[in-house]
């Protein structure tokens, strides 16, 4: 399989609360990212990551944090979940893009209520 | 900035017809460009890529060239299938090694 899974698959919270996915590589590639999926706006870029406890910020990481303490593991937060934040979060991983191009998981429903 | 534009959708069809899905690109430098797959359910897969200018990315009958006088890569097959349902996105590796991905198009295949 690719070596990518993130946790868990789907989630309901409510506002307010703080809420942490998972994603997990077993491919020791250098990038690993975070895109939320929304009708049509396609895919966008919240946080992503360049190594062990390097990251930066995508085009809408308001509101999120990550952190990466493993090469194999990149985990993203909401402090403080809102209803703007219900969408499907997925993780890809990438050690070459222009070579192997990126590899996504299989994505996180996360519905806030 | 780098963005990607794809043609509105949904893009409905009948078996064995030609398909076109229009992507066209604005970029500073020499972006690596991708077709990316999603099936119902399922997160994205690869379809194909290129790297350069006048490559063609080809896969599973699906093929695109990278134009860049035009900068285009536009994604054609020849006869789809009704396995060919799904949503397929366009998108570019921009400076920093991250993909910028255009909306989506949605593609319905009828028997």
């Known amino acids: 399989d690719a070596g990518i899974t993130q946790s868990p698959r789907h989630k309901v919270t409510e506002t307010g609360t703080p809420v942490t996915l998972r994603c997990h590589q077993t491919?020791?590639?250098?990038?690993m990212y975070w895109y939320r999926q929304d009708p049509g706006h396609g895919l966008r870029l919240i946080h992503y990551?360049?190594?062990?406890?390097?990251?930066d910020k995508g085009e809408v990481s308001d509101g999120y944090s990550v952190s990466r303490s493993k090469t194999e593991d990149f985990l993203l937060t909401l402090e403080s979940a809102t209803s703007s934040q219900t969408s499907v979060y997925f993780c890809?991983?990438?050690?070459?893009?222009?070579?192997?191009?990126?590899?996504f998981g299989s994505g996180t429903r996360l519905t806030v209520v | 900035g780098d963005s990607v534009t794809q043609m509105e959708g949904p893009v409905t069809l009948s078996e064995e017809a030609f398909l076109t899905i229009n992507c066209t690109y604005t970029?500073?430098?020499?972006?690596?460009l991708f077709w990316y797959v999603q099936y119902p359910g399922e997160g994205l897969q690869l379809l194909l890529k290129?790297?350069?200018?006048?490559d063609k990315g080809s896969n599973k009958g699906f093929e695109a060239t990278y134009r860049k006088e035009t900068t285009s890569f536009h994604l054609e097959k020849g006869s789809v299938q009704v396995s060919d349902s799904a949503v397929y996105f366009c998108?570019?590796?921009?400076?920093?090694?991250?993909?910028?991905f255009g909306e989506g198009t949605q593609l319905t295949v009828n028997p």
């Open positions: 890809a991983i990438s050690g070459d893009g222009r070579i192997y191009g990126y590899t």
């Open positions: 491919e020791n590639h250098r990038y």
């Open positions: 990551s360049y190594g062990v406890k390097d990251t």
């Open positions: 970029a500073t430098g020499y972006p690596s």
């Open positions: 290129a790297t350069k200018a006048d």
């Open positions: 998108a570019l590796e921009t400076s920093g090694s991250r993909l910028t």
